[in-house]
């Protein structure tokens, strides 16, 4: 899982380094996929190969003439940057890309569970204080609650089925 903020330094020739955790969330790959976040952010969204075969699987879902189906490959399958990190952990960011999330010489990588994203630092301190506002709104609070026992939940009829299948025993 992609976790945590981190800034870092893009180089003369536009390298930069992924932070070691994300490193290790890619779990060995050395492949990054790169796009512009869907959102409108304004930032860049990716990850490795995992989370491209979930989108992959994802998108097969949708009737392949669909407009959501084509609109999403276009930007997330052929809107891509397929990059490789060379053995020290170093991605190369194209000028396109590099204009595309106003970057220049520093960024922010931003933690998003199964993917991370690559920020202009300025523009994410604003996406932070943003969500930070929204995080502490009532309604938001309450879908977090309502979530979270969800998955308690499920967690405890999880642990119900096991102890019928292995004899109660656990």
């Not at 084509?70 to 991605?91: E, N, Q, Y």
Request: glycine content about 10%.
């Amino acid at each position: 899982m992609f976790v945590s903020t981190y800034e870092s330094a893009i180089d003369a020739k536009g390298r930069v380094s992924i932070p070691a955790s994300f490193r290790a969330a890619l779990g060995g790959g050395n492949r990054i996929f790169l796009w512009l976040a869907l959102d409108g952010a304004g930032c860049l969204e990716g990850g490795g190969e995992a989370l491209m075969a979930m989108y992959r699987a994802t998108l097969t879902r949708l009737a392949p003439h669909s407009p959501a189906r084509k609109a999403l490959v276009t930007r997330i399958i052929a809107g891509s940057a397929d990059l490789k990190m060379d053995d020290t952990g170093r991605i190369k960011l194209s000028d396109e890309l590099m204009k595309a999330a106003n970057l220049t010489d520093r960024v922010k990588f931003a933690g998003n569970m199964d993917s991370f994203q690559i920020w202009n630092p300025d523009r994410h301190a604003e996406h932070f204080d943003a969500m930070a506002a929204e995080a502490a709104k009532e309604d938001t609070l309450e879908a977090l609650g309502h979530a979270y026992s969800e998955v308690l939940h499920q967690q405890a009829s999880g642990n119900a089925v096991l102890k019928l299948v292995d004899g109660g025993d656990s």
